[in-house]
């Protein structure tokens, strides 16, 4: 069910619990012989993370603190948030050895030299911001470069009128527990698991 409003609370919560304790004799419940079993997910969309501003350019949202951004970019690449105390550059991972780092800044080429030196040649760090200068996406081999809007808008099909969810292609919850370990390939590719922008076209 997709719903929105005070009711979700009021109405269809209440309704799904009583139908898991089997104490619902409204719709097919009597029909079927129903008596209780199953449970439900109950997810609140985020707020889109991008916005246009007065001139019409894709901005990150001003409803996202930093942590929320790092957070949601982790979301997005299939990271696991976890904000390192020693490393400014950690707010994620992915293995033992990939990570992610999430910035409002405009990075320079001197930056992103000293982080690719912190980083060292044993890891791999993926790196979102608003901009960087005088560098390539490909000039340090352990870092992969993407500007934040960007690599938000290039997984997005804007302007699509047609946002069916495919129900069979949900994950199980055992799928939801298996924990893929491989290391990431640095092609600046993004994950294929369903992510928190699956479904923020709508909102944007």
């Known amino acids: 069910m997709i719903e929105a409003g005070d009711h979700c609370e009021t109405h269809i919560v209440p309704r799904l619990k009583s139908v898991i304790d089997g104490k619902d004799s409204g719709g097919i419940s009597d029909i079927t012989g129903w008596t209780g079993g199953g449970g439900y997910r109950y997810f609140a969309l985020a707020p889109s993370l991008l916005e246009k501003d007065q001139f019409g350019q894709w901005v990150i949202s001003k409803s996202y603190n930093p942590e929320m951004l790092a957070e949601a970019m982790c979301k997005h690449f299939g990271f696991t948030y976890a904000p390192s105390a020693e490393h400014y550059w950690k707010h994620g991972h992915s293995s033992e050895t990939d990570f992610i780092y999430v910035t409002t800044n405009s990075l320079t080429h001197d930056q992103l030299r000293a982080i690719s030196e912190d980083v060292g040649l044993e ?20 870092l992969t470069i993407r500007k934040i809007p960007g690599a938000i808008l290039d997984s997005c099909e804007w302007g699509k009128d047609d946002y069916s969810l495919k129900i069979e292609s949900l994950p199980s919850i055992e799928e939801d527990l298996e924990v893929d370990e491989a290391p990431r390939r640095r092609s600046g590719s993004v994950s294929n698991q369903p992510t928190l922008f699956d479904r923020d076209e709508e909102e944007a």
Do not use: H, P, V
């Open 123 to 142: 890891r791999t760090l993926l790196i979102c911001c608003k901009a960087f200068q005088g560098a390539s996406t490909d000039s340090f081999d352990n």
